[in-house]
């Protein structure tokens, strides 16, 4: 099955009971059983649910894997990977990451006894100075948020398989659509499905999918002995968003290019990331490993002028300043005071988060409007 065919169909069969065609949303804490133990598949819901499970098949299918698991959150997905590790373990990450990753390695792991080593990637042996016998975990963010590095995921497995180590992708900005980790050898693929997958701003989950089996069930214990799954009515969401996945994801790529170029040719933008343009750092490897170069483009205002980021951000009537990406409107955000407030003003800077950056997740309105909402915003 390909790909356009898998986010409607794969891994999913209309409902047993009546053969409704989506899955009904089973509203419910616990299930019946005949005698202890005699149930048709489900006992309690934090264990699981008829509702999440059809999303978690179709998420192991669009992702090439053979298990899906949904969570509460991203955050909360990333937490159980993080809790396959013991004290005394290492993880090598990516640098530039969104702020409440950082958060959680550096705030709530490391205090743990997890050690975090976070690299610039640009070239993917660089990781391999930072490997050592703890070395438990290789986290990519591809692309990077907010600056939108783009990570070579085969060039890393490479690494993770010859070290032994896990490697686990964030696959939240690129979406199954544009590239998929799991053939590229990486172990676990992650997603905060708040964003793409769901694709409407109405729900907040995580995803993790993977296609070991043991790996899977290590995954699945966490998930049921920490808690943190989704609800069935934010899994039949998910589920409904995932159906539109390649129809949204063209048009925000569409709409992304058409924006990246108009800024690049605006006197009073300074910088314009978007993997993208051939002169982005990573085109080549983008170019090789996603179908396409995403929705997201971030930029920065001419003599990093703060006041001037904050105007336009006030300003623009269709992108909505607002935290949070992936939906089908428009939003705009500024980074160093909102998604990365987490991260330390000198941390930032040297990743090239500057306080005059602004990014856009852009939407699948009419790409004239969103044109015309940023020359009014911007000026001439
Ligand atoms: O918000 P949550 O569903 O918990 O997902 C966390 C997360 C993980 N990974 C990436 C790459 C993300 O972008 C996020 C959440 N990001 C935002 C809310 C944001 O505006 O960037």
Known sequence: MK????????????????GSVMPPIYQTSTFAQSTPGGHKGFEYARSGNPTRHALEKSLASIENGTYGLAFGSGLAAIDAILKLLKPGDEVISTSDLYGGTYRLFTKIFEDFGIVFHLVNMDN???????????????????????????IDIKGTA?????????FAVDNTFAT????Q??????DIVMHSATKYLGGHSDLVMGALIVKDKDLAGRLYFIQNASGAICGPQ?????????????????????NAKAVAEYLANHPKIENVYWPGFTNHPNHNIAKLQMKDFGGMVSF????????????????????????????VESLAGHPASMTHASVP?????????????IRLSVGIEDEDDLLSDLKQAIGS
């Not at 790909?3 to 009546?18: C, L, S, V």
């Not at 490479?158 to 896990?166: C, M, Q």
């Not at 998910?238 to 048009?251: E, F, S, W, Y």
Request: hydrophobic share 35%; charged share 25%; net charge negative.
């Open 300 to 327: 920065t205002t001419k003599g990093n002028n703060y006041e001037e980021a904050i105007k336009i951000v006030e300003t623009l009537k269709i992108f909505t300043l607002a935290e949070s990406l992936g939906g």
């Open 234 to 254: 934010d899994a039949f969401l998910a589920l409904r968003g995932i159906k539109t996945l390649h129809v949204r994801m063209q048009r925000h790529c569409e």
């Open 124 to 150: 993917v042996e660089a990781i391999e100075d930072y490997i050592n016998t703890n070395t438990k975990l290789i986290w990519v963010e591809t692309p990077t948020n907010p600056m939108l590095n783009i």
């Open 345 to 357: 003003k000198e941390e930032r800077e040297k990743l090239g988060i500057v306080d005059s950056m």
């Open 3 to 18: 790909f356009n065919t898998k986010t409607i169909h794969g891994g999913q069969e209309p409902d047993a009971a009546y």
């Open 176 to 179: 199954p659509y544009l590239q």
């Open 181 to 186: 980790p799991l053939d590229l050898g990486a």
């Open 158 to 166: 490479k690494i993770a398989k010859k070290h032994n180590v896990w």
